[in-house]
C-alpha cells in the first residue's frame, strides 16, 4: 500500500442497518414520546369535545336559522333511512314469498312424481 494515499473504508448504505442503528439509539425516547402523546391526547379529547360542542352550540344560539336547518335535514335523514328500511322489508317479504312458493312447487312436483311410490301421496287428496 502506498502511504500517502490513504485509504477509506467504503461502506454501503444499508437502509435496514441505519433504521436499526437509530431504533437502538432512539427508541426508549420514541417509546416514551409515544407514550406521552397518547396519554395527552386521552386527557385532552373531552375537553376539546366540550369546547368544540360550545363553540357550535354558541353558533346555534346567534343564528337560529342555521338550528332549524339543522333539524330539518336530521328530519329528512330519517325519513330517507325509514324508506329505505322499509323498502329492504317489502324486498325481503317478496323474496320469502317466493322462496315459499317454489318451495311448496318443488314439494307438490315431487309429491306427484314420488308420491304414489311412496305411499305419501294417499295423504294428500285433491278434493277438485
Known amino acids: ?3 500517502v494515499v490513504e485509504e477509506q473504508e467504503t461502506t454501503m448504505f444499508n ?3 441505519l433504521t436499526l ?6 427508541g426508549w425516547y420514541i417509546v416514551g414520546a409515544s407514550a406521552v402523546i397518547m396519554y395527552a391526547m386521552n386527557q385532552l379529547r373531552p375537553r376539546l369535545d366540550k369546547w ?3 363553540q357550535e352550540d354558541a353558533r346555534y344560539h ?3 336559522d342555521l ?3 339543522r333539524r330539518r335535514a336530521e328530519q329528512e335523514a330519517r325519513e330517507k333511512q325509514q324508506r329505505a328500511l322499509e323498502e329492504a322489508s317489502r324486498r325481503a317479504a317478496e323474496e320469502k314469498k317466493l ?3 317454489r318451495k311448496k312447487a318443488e314439494a307438490l312436483e315431487r ?3 314420488y308420491g304414489s311410490d311412496l305411499g305419501v301421496g294417499r295423504t294428500l287428496r285433491d278434493d277438485g
Open 1 to 3: 500500500m502506498d502511504p
Open 52 to 54: 368544540r360542542e360550545a
Open 67 to 69: 338550528g332549524a336547518a
Open 99 to 101: 322462496r315459499e312458493e
Open 21 to 26: 442503528s437509530f431504533l437502538s439509539s432512539y
Open 111 to 113: 309429491l306427484q312424481k
Open 15 to 17: 437502509p435496514i442497518t
Open 62 to 64: 346567534k343564528d337560529s
